[in-house]
DNA sequence: CAGAATCCACCAGGATACTG
DNA sequence: CAGTATCCTGGTGGATTCTG
């Protein structure tokens, strides 16, 4: 196994939130787990852009959090079960609560992140920004 | 300025948060800044363990992203003023959120990430997790 | 005080091929 | 079907130094 070589960082609650939720997929994975994609054939086709090695390990460390449990039955084939503890469970708030901001504000988070990828005038990024913000400020 | 040579991933409202918090200190800063910290010292005396640079990295994006506004003052000394924009004031309920789990779960979460780190037993990880799963389960 | 410029170690995550 | 082994690249974030 792996030994890390730079230490994980401080202990606020923060942090320790962002230990468990950090990688590329796992909110999705969470979220997938949560609507009842329990095996990893059908998380991989909720998930075709992430690889199949990089979804084992990210379980792996969801389990190894506490969050998700995995249920192997011994038959042929071989069937797997994913699913949420209780303490995977009580998260589902936070991810839902960011799968809504991301959806509420899709327009303007597509637009701004984006520009930041295309080296594009800041000007008219900040124009854009105003512009939303205002709206934002006005609801 | 930088151009991407890994395009950014899919379209889910998850994916779109993600990369607004996605950055080791961002919510932190999201955090400090909504706190009244509004000055780059005070963040900074605020976060000790990040550099200035990756402090000064990631509330850039922030605004680019538009959840921080800056505000310079022309005086002398220099004087700098960080703000939640509108956008970034509705992420704080999930920056909260985060924190609370985080801190609820603490001394599981504690455990269990250290374990990831040093390589330990599984059976004994395992032991742990169940432990706190039937707490949490009767809770 | 605020922050840009350089340099670089680390490691997350993608591609691919393989095992049971 | 589920999972592992190997290899490799991009980019995040740390350390340090320098400017206004």
């Known amino acids: 196994m792996y030994i890390r070589k730079i230490p994980l960082p401080l202990h606020c609650g923060l942090h320790l939130t962002r230990e468990v939720l ?5 909110p999705n994975l ?5 609507e009842g994609i329990k095996r990893p054939s059908d998380i991989q086709k909720a998930l075709p852009d992430a690889t199949k090695r990089v979804l084992n390990l990210q379980l792996k ?5 506490g969050v998700v449990s995995k249920k ?3 038959e042929l084939p071989l069937r797997v079960e994913y699913s949420l503890t209780p303490l995977g469970e009580s998260l589902m708030p ?5 799968n809504c901001w991301g959806d509420a504000h899709r327009p303007f988070l597509e637009r701004v992140i984006m520009q930041g990828e295309s080296e594009s005038v800041t000007a008219e990024r900040k124009a854009a920004c105003v512009y939303y913000l205002d709206k934002v400020g006005v609801e």
């Open 22 to 26: 950090n990688g590329k997929w796992k």
């Open 30 to 34: 969470l979220f997938a787990i949560a």
């Open 72 to 74: 192997v039955y011994h």
């Open 94 to 98: 936070i991810i839902d609560a960011m």
């Open 61 to 65: 460390e969801l389990e190894e959090h």
